[in-house]
């Protein structure tokens, strides 16, 4: 059990699980419990393939599948189009399932493999909430352009307002 991580709530290791590389999630004692909340949105964010599989939970840790791959920041220095694509995809799939991550503006959050961007530490998200991801994303990383019409078409309708971003974001390169 390797330490890689020490965060204000929690402790995160490299561990092996079944042959298989893992993290193993702490929570400190000091700490207000998070631990479950985020096990169970990792749960429900199984079947969209955008979230760490989750493959044991227990009162003050979890377990999940450790994620290979480069930050969203690397990712963004070789193919940014590609990159704001897969990003958004998951902040787009996040507010229609309900579940507000909050800090996107983390790029270390977002990981980026051959196998697709996924999203880590849902410790602080909310379930329930009217989806923000897409906005707060937006805010973080797509300032330079005039996405004005988009978002407002974004707020009144998010499948319509997520298709035109996309068309917006096609000019990119």
């Known amino acids: 059990m390797q330490k890689i991580f020490e965060g204000n709530r929690g402790e995160i290791y ?40 989750l493959y044991e939970a227990h009162k003050d840790y979890i377990i999940m599948e450790y994620l290979e791959g480069i930050s969203l920041k690397e990712a963004l220095k070789r193919d940014r189009k590609s990159a704001l694509f897969a990003a958004l995809r998951i902040c787009f799939m996040l507010d229609s399932v309900g579940i507000y991550h909050r800090e996107l503006g983390r790029y270390y959050h977002f990981i980026y493999s051959s196998e697709g961007m996924r999203l880590l530490d849902f410790e602080r998200a909310q379930l329930g909430k009217r989806g923000k991801n897409v906005l707060q994303f937006i805010g973080f990383y797509l300032r330079d352009l005039d996405l004005q019409k988009e978002i407002a078409l974004y707020k009144r309708d998010p499948k319509e307002g997520f298709e035109a971003l996309v068309r917006a974001l096609d000019v990119l390169r």
């Open 14 to 53: 490299l561990i092996d699980y079944h042959g298989k590389r893992a993290i193993l999630k702490r929570q400190k004692a000091s700490k207000p419990n998070t631990i479950q909340k985020e096990a169970n949105i990792l749960y429900l964010l199984e079947p969209l393939q955008i979230a760490p599989k």
